[in-house]
């Protein structure tokens, strides 16, 4: 009898003022414990810094990481590499333990376009 381990993220972007537009993917990831997890956000336009939050169930926001155009941030198991563009940020979670089953924010200070 075999047991799989599974976790499910899923990948909320919410976005408040001045009309920004982000182009969230994968609107929910389900991986298996042990895996990479990867997870992207996107905006219209340009920003120097993208931030990173998780929220397990039941529990307040928690600041993972903040990634910038010129290099890797690394937060145990969770890494950013550099922005692309400007536009885009990624999350990858390596080797995903079952604890981190939850929701994960990627944000971005909507006064400060480049």
């Given at each position: 009898?075999?047991?799989?381990?599974?976790?499910?993220?899923?990948?909320?972007?919410?976005?408040?003022?001045?009309?920004?537009?982000?182009?969230?993917?994968?609107?929910?990831?389900?991986?298996?414990?042990?895996?990479?997890?990867?997870?992207?956000?996107?905006?219209?336009?340009?920003?120097?810094?993208?931030?990173?939050?998780?929220?397990?169930?039941?529990?307040?926001?928690?600041?993972?990481?903040?990634?910038?155009?010129?290099?890797?941030?690394t937060q145990q198991l969770f890494v950013g590499?550099?922005?692309?563009?400007?536009?885009?940020?990624?999350?990858?979670?390596?080797?995903?333990?079952?604890?981190?089953?939850?929701?994960?924010?990627?944000?971005?200070?909507?006064?400060?376009?480049?």
């Amino acid at each position: 009898l075999a047991y799989i381990s599974t976790i499910v993220l899923f990948c909320f972007f919410p976005v408040s003022c001045c009309e920004a537009q982000v182009d969230q993917s994968p609107q929910s990831l389900v991986t298996g414990e042990g895996e990479i997890a990867t997870m992207s956000c996107a905006f219209i336009s340009k920003y120097q810094t993208f931030h990173w939050y998780q929220q397990l169930p039941g529990r307040g926001l928690t600041y993972l990481l903040s990634v910038s155009p010129q290099e890797n941030a690394t937060q145990q198991l969770f890494v950013g590499p550099p922005l692309e563009d400007g536009k885009r940020s990624s999350l990858h979670i390596t080797d995903s333990p079952l604890g981190d089953s939850g929701s994960y924010l990627c944000a971005v200070d909507a006064h400060a376009p480049l």
